[in-house]
């Protein structure tokens, strides 16, 4: 089974600073590990995915995240927000073999002010 | 269509009521997930179907939760005599087939009040 844990509820931030979400993970087996984020009364979508190779990976809307093995660390970084970027955001992680289920962290709110 | 539909956006019902809620996923979508968005718990997973079969029913909290999918496609999750602790945010998601990389294209939800 795989467990994911986001330790911060709330990342208040002012538009156009660098910000940084954490996500660590616990796992038995090796995972593919997700992003997705919710803005303000719409669905999820995925932001970015990391499933092999390159441990630096880029999503949509200038976001990217870094897998770290030894630290089982998935963080999502941004070197400048706006205000546009006020969401809650998910870590997520899943084995790769077959069927397994999505499993998601608690997530994050990003809030971004002028 | 488009994408994920939930019917309905809003529900509020009497404790002790039985509820139905509709997932419509996206034309040709195999994989099937039903999720429960509580305030400060993230995403709790609750059942998976692959077609009209469901293998993995096991994050539905108690007996009083079911749900089907008929003709792989339409899925409805049944609350029979809803608790106010079921009040939430369920969200459908699909997705082409059920493997690991396989993006979840989600639904906009269904928010279920239980006074």
């Known amino acids: 089974a795989q467990s994911v844990t986001q330790l911060d509820s709330q990342v208040p931030v002012f538009e156009e600073a660098p910000v940084e979400l954490r996500c660590n993970y616990s796992?038995?087996?090796?995972?593919?590990l997700f992003w997705y984020v919710q803005y303000p009364n719409q669905g999820l979508q995925l932001l970015l995915k990391?499933?092999?190779?390159?441990?630096l990976v880029k999503g949509i809307n200038g976001f990217e995240a870094e897998f770290n093995k030894s630290q089982t660390s998935f963080h999502l970084r941004k070197p400048s927000v706006h205000i546009s970027d006020t969401a809650e955001y998910f870590c997520a992680v899943r084995a790769p073999s077959g069927y397994s289920t999505l499993t998601f962290g608690k997530g994050t709110m990003l809030l971004v002010s002028p | 269509g488009a994408g994920v539909s939930q019917s309905p956006s809003n529900k509020v019902t009497e404790k002790g009521k039985d509820v139905e809620l509709r997932c419509d996923p996206i034309s040709g979508h195999t994989a099937l997930y039903w999720y429960r968005q509580s305030l400060g718990q993230g995403l709790e997973f609750l059942i998976y179907?692959?077609?009209?079969?469901?293998?993995?029913k096991s994050g539905l909290p108690s007996d009083r939760f079911s749900a089907e999918r008929t003709g792989g496609s339409v899925s409805t999750l049944t609350i029979q005599r809803t608790q106010q602790e079921d009040s939430a945010v369920y969200l459908c998601?699909?997705?082409?087939?059920?493997?690991?990389?396989?993006?979840?294209?989600f639904g906009s939800g269904t928010q279920l009040s239980v006074l």
């Open positions: 990391y499933l092999s190779g390159s441990t």
């Open positions: 796992s038995s087996v090796s995972v593919y």
């Open positions: 998601a699909s997705s082409l087939a059920p493997g690991g990389n396989e993006k979840l294209f």
């Open positions: 179907f692959q077609g009209n079969s469901a293998p993995d």
